[in-house]
Each structure stands twice: as C-alpha cells, then as structure tokens.
DNA sequence: AAACCTGGAATGAATATTCATTCCAAACAA
DNA sequence: TTGTTTGGAATGAATATTCATTCCAGGTTT
C-alpha cells in the first residue's frame, strides 16, 4: 500500500494545501491544449506551482498520472450523462437527456472534454475504444445507456437500422463537434441552440413517418 | 531558392530512389498514429529507410515538413470532394455528393485521413480553423463549397435555419467518427452503409416536410 | 574530377526521473 | 507555556535519457 493508490475526487481540488488536486488540475488544463507528449512534467510542476519532484510523490510516473486522470474523468462524464436519468422515460426523452448530459459536461468542464478527447485519439485510447471501454470504463459486463436506448428503440422501430457504431456516430460526433467549437470560441451554445441540435441529431437517428402512416 | 520549397505530387512517392516521398510517408504514417510530438525524427528516418540527416536536405525542420505535408494532404482532399462536382444539381444531390467525397477520401487515404485530424487537434491547428482556413486552405476569400450549399440550401428552406458550425457539425462530425472507426477496424463501411449514413445526416440538417404540407 | 547526396555519428538542448536535503506541523519534554 | 524531537512532505539540483539538428567522411552522379 503506498500514496499512489490513494483515491480522492476530482472535487477536492485546487485549493493551496491540496497539492494532488493542483498537479491533477495542471495536467488536465495542459493537456487539454497540448497533449501527453507537448507537456512536459516540467510544465505541469509550474503550473501546479509545485516542485518538480513532488509529482512523483503522488505518481508512479507520467503514464499512471494521465491514467488515473482519465479514469476519474470518465466516471464524472458517466455520473453526469446519468444525472436524473430516467430509463422507464419514452426512447426520445431518453436519447435527449443522455445527449444533454454531453453537453452540459462538455460545456462545464472544458478541459476535462479536450483531455478525454486528446485521450481518445492517442493510441493508448484507441486501445481503450477497441476493447469497448467507451464510456463504460470499468464495467463491461454492463450495457452503456445510450446503446440500450438504440437497441430498445431499433425494437420498437423508432430508430432507424444502422449499426451501433453508426448511431453513435450520428449522435455523438456533431455534439463533439459543436462543443469544441463553444469551447474555442466560435459558437455560443445556449440553450435554445442546443436543443435543435439534439432535434436535428434525433432527425438523423429516427425513423420518419412514412406519407401513408399519417392520419 | 532551395530545395525545400519543391513542390511534387503526394501520389509520386514510396518507390526506392524517392527519399522525399519516403520521407513524407513514413511522416504521414507516424504521426497519423502518434502525433507530432510523439513520432520523433528519428523514428521518421528509420521508417523512411533513410538517414536522418537526409530529412535536413529536403525540409528546412520538423514544422515545415508537417506544414508541406499538411497544406499538401489538404489539397488532395478538397480536390477529392470536388471531383465530378455540379453545382446546377439540386442542394441534396450537392450535398450527398461532397459528402461522399468526405468518405472517399477518408477510406482512400487513411493514413492522411488521421494526419489531418492530429494536425486541426494541435493547437496550431486550433488556430488556422480561427482563421477559416478549414478545407479551404490558402484561398480565404472564395466560399466553401459546403457553405454554399448550406446558404443556398437555406434560401430555399430546404434546409434547418441552424448556425454554419451546427450545419457542419452534423454533417462532418458524423462522418469523421465513422471514418475512424472504419480504419480502426471497428465498423466495415460499404457502399450501403454509407447510403444511409449519408441518408441520415441530410435527415439531421433537412427541414422535414410538416404533415399539412403533404399534398 | 567536381558537385552533390547520403547515412549515421556527434552535439547540445530538452525532458523524465531520482535523490539528498530542507521544511514543517504535530507530538513530546521541560 | 516554551523548547525539542521527529517523520513525512516538499523541493529543486543532479542524473539519465531522448530529441532535433548539424557535421562530415564516404559514396554517387554527371
């Protein structure tokens, strides 16, 4: 047992006398905007306002620090999509809340967003993706949310017969998309924009109504 | 006037004898999967079978070689999307058709594919989208083709009045997420597939006709 | 031969990691 | 209370490694 394992929330961070929480914050807002390799330990000493060395009296090395990171980051992602989540809801309100919840952490917490995202298109995470640990990580055993929404709507031909990996494309990829560019500057995303977004995302995924079905 | 600002075709590269394709290759290749930061010069050398010093008569230093290679690969796409482009169609037939493009390429060219998307995830490339400079590069004032077909899609009430950036979230956003899984292997992406996909992103963006207007 | 290329060793700067030392707050002793 | 001890936390200089770039001895082309 030594001080690596030690778990605290992400919560509990960036006060003075925190110094964990300052080197986990520090390494999120840089490598958010840099990447792994563009941020040096150096670099994240500094901005934690911390010395060098004492990263290493809370980490192993470089890896396990961004490691653990993403771990907490997406446990936070998941508690956040889930928040008030609703499954006995009708299959829309359903797929809109789990949507919302992306925006709303992407929106809050931008630099958790483009870390996981930097995490995402590393080849570590693309490891991760393949052995289906999007989203879920930890628990595979488990459904994700949002793939039972399809499977469940796909049953009740609500949503149309793509394959899984195709609907998550049609949902996540524009919210990604749309939450980058609020978060460089070049959308403001309020409220009322968000919610046709999650319309026109709906639109893609939906089955229409055919001419002859309407009464 | 130096050797470096020569200017070949991406397509005459790989042969033996052609140490400046190689090299763009091999450099394409890597950071396709590393990053700019993660593939070192070196690593660049050995893949391109070449010296690394060799790389210095050809490129001034690592950044011009990323940015020929970058302003080259971006070239080729948009020249890929436009091919056998009719801007008299009808807006979806437009649209599917430079979408299509999006997909051809991205299948064609995997390698390029992935480099284009760690270069606008860098913060350089953060900064050139600022500049909208996406998919147009090197002549900002013509619009984008996809600009246009949303614009006049719009005059015309075929399409959402959603902002530009929401527009091509849901059109690109989509489209690179399952690119990338179909070179990571995660989804085979065949001619039907992609129909529907593409199906599906005019279905996102489209204003659907209200039941009181069907005839 | 003259001009040019090439590979890879050499160089110095940057980086990750270690470690001897300092610091400090709490426990204890007077 | 006041001074002393002590053990873990913090530090940043020192070390080991990696990197981008330069250099050059030999090879190739013309």
Known sequence: MNIHSKQKPLSTQGGTGN????????TIRLISEYGFHGTPISMIAQEAEVGAGTIYRYFKDKDALVLEIFEQVNKDFTTTMLHEYDADQPIQDRFIHLCWGIFRFGIQNPHEFKFMEQFYNSPYGTTLRREKLFCNCGDSSQELPLDKVFSTGQAQHLIKDLPLNALIAHSIGPIVF???DSIAGLIQL???TIDSSL???WDAISVKRQESDIQ
């Open 178 to 180: 749309l939450v980058k």
């Open 199 to 201: 319309k026109a995302c």
């Open 190 to 192: 309020d409220n009322s």
């Open 19 to 26: 110094k964990r929480g300052q080197i986990i914050h520090a």
